[in-house]
């Protein structure tokens, strides 16, 4: 990115299945080193594909970053000894033979901006909302940096 980000707007989470956490933060950085956290998401429930439509504070948070992190607390607990075992089904990643525990499905980044470009930054386009997706796919044969 060759300038600084626009204003957030609204962050959505989409968990996979009922691989979600209890609380996590989400974090920013300019030089992807030093991060802090703008928002603390907590006491969350195991619904299965839980989507997480975070806005509130947002409105505080400066412009001065590059990086957005999702950082895991706290786990969900298990319901019962059959929800958290293992179906022999998921891949498993090539070193440890383990299979994903927490899932991500897609992080949702929007931003404000303005039709007349009274809030464009430089070097930068946005019109009336920029939406940045990021999928990441949780599998072996891919890595989520």
């Not at 609380?23 to 030093?34: A, F, K």
């Not at 303005?114 to 930068?124: C, I, Q, W």
């Amino acid at each position: 990115m060759s300038s600084l980000a626009p204003t957030l707007s609204r962050i959505v989470v989409r968990w996979h299945g009922f691989l979600s956490p209890r609380s996590y933060l989400i974090r920013t950085s300019y030089d992807g080193v030093e991060f802090t956290s703008i928002l603390a998401v907590f006491n969350l429930t195991g619904t299965y594909d839980r989507v997480d439509n975070l806005t509130e504070g947002l409105a505080k948070v400066t412009s001065t970053f590059r990086y957005i992190r999702v950082a895991i607390e706290a786990p969900n607990v298990c319901s019962d000894e059959y929800s958290c075992q293992d179906d022999g089904v998921r891949a498993t990643t090539s070193s440890t033979n383990e299979r994903v525990i927490y899932g991500i499905r897609e992080v949702e980044v929007w931003a404000k901006g303005s039709r007349n470009g009274a809030s464009t930054l430089p070097g930068m386009q946005v019109n009336a909302i920029a939406v940045v997706v990021l999928s990441m796919m949780l599998m072996a044969e891919y890595s989520v940096v």
